[in-house]
């Protein structure tokens, strides 16, 4: 593979990777059912610290190792091969999960809100039927799911040169969305109560009102409320590293990893800030908890169409029609962009586990046309389909999945990775660029390591005691994850056993060197 991806295009993969206008609809609404209490800038803002320390690790290792593999070229350099091999792993399964129930997620909790958005504002009861009909019917749902995956691989399948336009395509016509709701939401066409009460027939008083006969009160912000809030806030920025994983094909790699990792974070704490205060602004605090706490905790008294959040309160206040439909739009570009960086993501590391042999070296050959490892690219989309179909038909995933907390013990890894770096491998570390970068002498890549295994420790412990937010903590649940775990460590002693005896090649060898760029 070649360096065929600009700094800008390495930006866009990060901020495609936060997908910022997905969660921009539903964040604050999410946060305040499931965290009432909680300061929702607050939690993003404080938040905003550790990812930042965070990210100057993810900087600094991938202008040290600019190669396609992002944290398993790390780890298994650093640390040893099985430890870079077991979290990678562990971290693209999870990716490409996460990436099926994202497709699912566009069609019910993405998809429809912004049609009844526009249905809404358009005066379009088909609409806002069509919505309802996507929020509720699994094999619309799937198929629908299955459709957009099917057109994300074949766009992978060109290569990063294709795809970086591709990306670049979908970014600006969904930084279009996201202003076109900004303008709604700053030059409204009435009053929300007013506007609330037209749209959805009963007044914002008639929903407090019901949601306190269900069981509801309403708990005003403290801070103590807003820290508790923390982990929920990192799952919005999650991704805002992800050019690390393609820096194997980025053009001016020292230069695109500052700006695209770091650029990524701000703008996202930058436009959650600004489209959170303008909702609270509209949807008082009150208000957003009431009819976050009718949506989560008691659905059977919800009426409204599609989830509660942004876009679709924006149809019930927009100025012109025309501003919801780009909404629409744009809600699809950032749903397809956020669905190629996953996929990308995967496929790069697979590639990187081929080129080391740890699994057939055949998923490494790249297609010279386009330079696109297809064969890597083909077994992850069928890997995705079936996460879709296990998602979308059974009760596998409720059941036993933890996202929050896998994706957390796979990052442990590389966070210890960043501390002894300096000291594990001192004559690759004084080579590299991250050599310059100290605070009192101490090397910032082990502070930076340092304060994410902190916060990473501190997200397992989260998600285990409160299971109710970030899922499961029962036995399927742990079993699953250990098996993530086990899985990998048979697949390389198995492979390693494999090549000693038929090639006469120590595979371990090769992981004392960092590959060719």
């Known amino acids: 593979m070649v360096r065929e991806l600009s700094p800008l295009v390495a930006l866009v993969i990060c ?26 800038i607050g939690s993003i803002t404080i938040a905003l610290i550790p990812c930042v320390f965070f990210g100057l690790l993810y900087v600094l290792f991938t202008i040290s190792m600019p190669r396609s593999g992002g944290d398993y070229v790390y780890t298994s350099r650093i640390l040893h091969p099985l430890a870079g091999f ?50 509720t019917d699994l094999n619309i749902r799937f198929l629908g799911a299955l459709i957009s995956i099917i057109i994300v691989f074949i766009v992978i399948l060109f290569g990063a040169k294709y795809t970086g336009r591709w990306l670049l395509v979908l970014f600006f016509i969904g930084l279009a969305g996201i202003i076109a709701n900004i303008i709604i939401y700053l030059a409204p066409s009435k009053p929300f109560p007013e506007a609330y009460m037209a749209a959805f027939g009963e007044s914002m008083e008639d929903t407090i009102a019901r949601a306190e006969a269900a069981g509801w ?12 809030a923390l982990p929920f806030a990192f799952v919005w920025y999650m991704g805002f590293q992800y050019s690390a994983y393609v820096a194997g094909e980025v053009k001016e790699v020292k230069k695109s990893m500052w700006i695209s990792i770091l650029g990524a974070l701000f703008f996202g704490w930058i436009m959650y800030s600004i489209i959170g205060a303008l909702f609270l602004r509209a949807s ?65 590391n697979i590639f990187a586990w081929a080129f080391d042999r740890i699994v057939p070296t055949k998923l490494a050959d790249v ?41 957390a013990l796979a990052l442990l890894v590389p966070s210890v990775a960043g501390i002894v770096f300096p000291f594990r491998k001192r004559e690759v570390y004084q ?18 390591g340092i304060i994410s ?53 120590d595979i371990s060898l090769a992981f004392t060197e960092i590959p060719p760029g």
């Open 15 to 40: 901020i495609s990777g936060v997908a910022i206008g997905i969660p921009a609809n539903f964040a604050v609404t999410w946060t305040a059912g499931i965290y009432p209490g909680a300061d929702f």
């Open 86 to 135: 077991t979290m990678n792993f562990m971290f693209t399964i999870w990716t490409m999960f996460f990436m099926a129930l994202n497709a699912s997620v566009f069609i019910d909790q993405m998809l429809a809100p912004v049609l009844a958005s526009y249905g809404i504002a358009a005066g379009n009861p088909a609409l806002i039927d069509l919505a309802a009909l996507l929020a």
């Open 217 to 228: 009160s309403y708990i005003p912000s403290t801070v103590e409320l807003t820290l508790s």
């Open 284 to 348: 008082p605090e009150k208000f957003t908890q009431a009819i976050s706490f009718l949506f989560f905790a008691a659905p059977e008294k919800y009426t409204l169409p599609t989830i509660p959040g942004a876009y679709l309160f924006a149809g019930a206040i927009s100025p012109h029609p025309i501003l919801n439909l780009i909404i629409v739009i744009a809600q699809v570009c950032w749903s397809f962009a956020f669905m190629t960086v996953l996929l990308m993501v995967a496929v790069r």
């Open 367 to 407: 297609n010279r046309r386009f330079s696109s490892p297809i064969k890597a690219s083909i077994v992850a989309f069928i890997v995705v389909v079936i996460f879709l179909y296990l998602y979308v038909y059974t009760e596998v995933f409720t059941l036993t999945v933890n996202y929050v907390m896998a994706m």
């Open 431 to 448: 080579k590299s660029p991250a050599s310059a970068y100290k605070v009192g002498g101490v090397p910032l890549i082990s502070i930076a």
């Open 453 to 505: 295994l902190i916060f990473f420790l501190y997200l397992v412990y989260a998600a285990y005691t409160t299971p109710g937010v970030f899922g499961p903590v029962g036995l399927p649940a742990l079993s699953l994850i250990l098996f993530t775990i086990i899985f990998p460590i048979i697949v390389y002693y198995v492979s390693k056993a494999y090549h000693q005896k038929k090639e006469g090649i």
